[in-house]
């Protein structure tokens, strides 16, 4: 049974170490890779006095020292993968390898005087965000802030389709969005391996990561980005959660389909509703109101949700209706509140009138 703070040493010599996170993921994969001089490290976690620990524990009994770590690669700048770089790089003198678009994102999250979590907390007010879930949301946002401390100080940037060498192979990088901008997938088609971070998961789909201010289709552009994957030839995929996997096209596959069913389900949730929904009231309707103890699942359920609702909006099947502060009757803080309800293409479909009766 695999469990966080385990490691499991696969044929090919890499050691997959699964490094403990706080929340309902459990732990995310790092994958260490001999090198032949010493050893690259994909991804190495969130920082956490736990995940501090696992490494420690795993390294000591693996025999490897920290100085043998030569490069640290990471796929996306999301704190589960990201946030341990600054600590290990001051271990092991190793250079962070990330792409320019991960950098950039980071900085703007994290980086010092950053206005992200304040535009995002608007946003999802805007989206209907109840005021009493405004104060969890911002304690989540503030308290993510030491999980990715320190920065790394060096950094050398990655360009997709640009070889990458580390782990004794040439690597290429692929370009992969929706999931997080600027995320990489690295792929060895020697061998017909893999690493696909948070791209494509096996049991459990990639968080949809809409944000302020980003990509405002980043369904649409995810799975244009499964598209450019399902034909890669992988004999195994070694994914940032869970455990690797075979039979990676059949996998894309099962992926794009949930999530058409779920559009669906959402343009049947708007048409029943008889009334326009923010994206708030269509989490609820999907994910259950118990999201509200927890702003960490609440956040990516909300942008999930955001980044169903603008795929529906753009294939025409939903429309966004914006209140504006007169006449509004709940009204977000500052800004218009957007809902939506089902097209006239969708109402004249089923003759659903705009008020959401019958015809
Ligand atoms: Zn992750």
């Known amino acids: 049974m695999s469990e966080a703070g385990t490691w499991t040493r696969h ?65 996306h700048h999301h704190p589960d993968h990201y946030g341990l770089s600054g600590w290990m790089q001051e271990r092991t003198g190793a250079s962070v390898y990330l792409s320019a678009e991960a950098r950039v994102y980071a900085e703007k999250l994290w980086g010092e005087g950053e206005t992200f979590s304040d535009e ?33 100080r060096e950094v050398r940037l990655v360009e997709a389709g640009a070889p990458l060498a580390f782990g004794g192979a040439s690597w290429t990088p692929i370009a ?55 034909p890669l030839e992988v004999a195994r995929a070694y994914p940032g959660h869970r455990d690797p996997f075979d039979r990676f096209g059949e996998r894309v596959e099962a992926i794009v389909a949930h999530h058409e069913r779920r559009l669906r389900r959402m343009a049947e949730l708007a048409a029943e509703a008889g009334e326009p929904l923010s994206a708030f009231e269509m989490c609820e309707r999907l994910f259950g109101a ?23 909006e ?32 969708m109402r004249q479909a089923v003759g659903t009138k705009a008020d959401g009766t019958t015809a």
């Open 290 to 312: 118990r999201l509200q103890g927890n702003a960490h699942n609440l956040r990516f359920a909300m942008a999930e949700t955001i980044a169903h609702l603008v795929r529906l």
């Open 176 to 230: 992969g969005e929706g999931h997080a901008p600027g995320h990489l997938s690295y792929y060895d088609e020697a061998r017909g391996l893999l690493l696909c971070g948070d791209q494509v998961l096996p049991d459990i789909t990639p968080n949809i990561g809409w944000m302020p201010d980003a990509d405002p289709d980043p369904l649409g552009a995810f799975l244009d980005s499964l598209e450019a994957l399902r």
């Open 120 to 152: 995002l907390i608007a946003a999802f007010r805007s989206y209907g965000l109840p005021e009493k879930l405004v104060p969890a949301m911002q304690a989540h946002l503030e308290g993510v802030k030491a999980q990715v401390n320190p920065p790394p």
């Open 11 to 75: 044929e090919n010599g890499w050691v997959q170490l699964r490094v403990p996170l706080p929340f309902s993921l459990k732990w995310v994969n790092s994958y260490v890779l001999p090198d032949g001089a010493g050893y690259s490290v994909v991804d190495p976690g969130l920082r956490s006095a736990d995940a501090e620990a696992c490494w420690e524990a795993a390294l000591g009994a693996l025999g490897i020292g920290w100085r043998d770590v030569t490069g640290i690669v990471l796929t």
């Open 314 to 345: 753009r294939s025409g099947r939903v429309e966004r209706v914006e209140e504006s502060a007169d006449g509004a009757v709940r009204q977000a803080v500052g800004k218009p509140l957007i809902r939506f309800r089902p097209s006239e293409d």
